[in-house]
């Protein structure tokens, strides 16, 4: 069964700092692997999708990276600001449950102080 | 905006009551989802439309009920709820749930409170 975690559950950083978030999954057999952002009181925003076919994917400031054969993907935040205070959450689509349904991690909590 | 609106935005009930949540979207999609965020937990998937079928109940006890009347509409219709059924409900949306690489767009959720 495919299990999702993320580390740390919280993160606090100052402006400016370089981060990673972490992501590791239990069964390599997966289509993609998503990156999401959740406000507080909101939905989800999707911030990346990486097929399993690829190494990673960027969009501006953010970088994200698969490592399918050891199960693990990594969420690089350049040059963090305050508007990145978040909560992060990782999914993955594995092959044996179908094309929809995903399996996502509790997430990481992250705070960047002004 | 993700183009995925859900209504009521928050809603408190009695355990006898009976309720809808309601989500709409825009963006042309086939497929739409039920998920339900617990404190401390991650998301679980509740139910999926795909042209207008539903596709899944992930075991889902009957005093939830999903109603899908066309591809842009989603109900999840509520009675006899119990307290541990306080959550988060998110309503996402994706181009088809055969797709296998779709991004699924999710609405701001309802806030359910179960007294």
């Known amino acids: 069964k495919q299990e999702v975690t993320q580390i740390p559950a919280a993160l606090s950083v100052p402006e400016g700092e370089n981060l990673v978030l972490n992501c590791s999954f239990t069964?390599?057999?997966?289509?993609?692997l998503q990156w999401f952002r959740q406000d507080p009181g909101k939905g989800l925003t999707s911030l990346l999708l990486?097929?399993?076919?690829?190494r990673e994917q960027t969009s501006g400031r953010l970088n994200a990276s698969l490592d399918k054969s050891s199960g693990r993907s990594t969420l690089y935040i350049a040059a963090s600001q305050p508007g990145d205070s978040a909560t992060y959450l990782c999914?993955?689509?594995?092959?044996?449950?179908?094309?929809?349904?995903?399996?996502f991690g509790t997430g990481t909590r992250l705070k960047v102080l002004a | 905006e993700t183009g995925v609106t859900q209504t009521p935005r928050h809603l408190v009930m009695g355990m006898t009551n009976k309720k809808s949540l309601k989500c709409e979207q825009h963006?042309?999609?086939?497929?739409m989802y039920w998920y339900k965020q617990s404190a401390k937990k991650p998301l679980e998937l509740m139910f999926v439309?795909?042209?207008?079928?539903?596709?899944e109940n992930n075991s889902v006890p009957s005093r939830f009920s999903p109603e899908c009347p066309n591809s842009s509409h989603l109900f999840l219709h509520l009675h006899t709820l119990q307290p541990e059924d306080s959550a988060l409900y998110l309503c996402?949306?994706?181009?088809?749930?055969?797709?296998?690489?779709?991004?699924?767009?999710f609405g701001p959720g309802t806030r359910l409170t179960v007294l």
């Open positions: 996402a949306s994706s181009q088809s749930a055969s797709g296998g690489a779709d991004t699924q767009y």
């Open positions: 069964d390599s057999a997966i289509y993609n």
């Open positions: 990486i097929q399993s076919s690829q």
């Open positions: 999914a993955v689509l594995p092959v044996s449950s179908g094309t929809y349904k995903y399996i």
């Open positions: 963006l042309g999609h086939n497929a």
């Open positions: 439309y795909n042209f207008k079928e539903q596709t």
